[in-house]
């Protein structure tokens, strides 16, 4: 039985396939549902995230690059050159996907920091999958705990240490709050462990 589709636009951010988002906002436009200045936007922004569509190729999503991106500089950053490397590079993405200033329009800025969390909420559920949820060359899968300690652990180092570290805390606090409430909304019972790693990066 198929289940069935959320109302518009719960149901477009339900949806992590890029075209089949595509295809509910065209629908949503075509039928004339929702707010028609929320639905400009959120074509705007589907169009920076995941760029011009190509044929025989899905859509690449440049929210998802961005953090594997910065998933990747946290653990490359050990010298002043590095961290100018990382600054240059980052601050490009943030450029070409629209999030290097804040939108000056509520609704607009509103509806970036739904995009983004979907975005992180996209990430995780990659978590449980492959070779992430494992350990010892991909030969033993990690408990429960363990793999929640760990994207804890990257949710930190991505949102929280590499920004600092970086001097670019404001440019990545959009995304920094996305991530707190993606991770809430997929691990409610586990937000304590983020907490607690906050409350100790202020405390030193």
């Known amino acids: ?11 477009y951010y339900e949806e992590f396939d ?7 906002l ?4 075509a039928r004339q549902e929702g707010d028609p200045q929320e639905n400009a936007i959120r074509q705007k922004l589907w169009a920076l995230r995941y760029g011009a569509e190509k044929k025989n190729m899905p859509p690449a999503d440049g929210y998802a690059a961005l953090w594997m991106n910065m998933n990747l500089w ?3 950053t050990a010298s002043r050159f590095r961290i100018r490397a990382a600054v240059k590079d980052l601050s490009g993405m943030l450029k070409k996907l629209g999030l290097d200033t804040l939108p000056e329009d509520a609704t607009e800025r509103a509806l970036m920091d739904r995009e983004l969390v979907h975005a992180v909420r996209l990430y995780l559920s990659t978590c449980s999958q492959g070779s992430y949820n494992t350990r010892f060359l991909g030969m033993m899968r990690l408990k429960p705990e363990q793999l929640v300690e760990k994207i804890v652990s990257e949710i930190y180092g991505v949102a929280y240490e590499l920004p600092e570290k970086l001097g670019m805390t404001q440019q990545f606090e959009p995304l920094r709050r996305a991530a707190y409430k993606a ?3 997929e691990y409610p019972d586990d937000t304590d ?3 607690s790693m906050i409350v100790q ?3 030193k």
């Open 193 to 195: 462990l983020l907490d």
């Open 18 to 24: 890029a075209r089949k988002r595509k295809a509910l």
């Open 201 to 203: 990066d202020t405390q």
């Open 1 to 11: 039985m198929n289940k069935q589709r959320a109302p518009w636009p719960e149901c």
């Open 74 to 76: 946290r653990k490359d």
């Open 26 to 29: 065209d629908e949503a436009l």
């Open 183 to 185: 991770f809430s909304m």
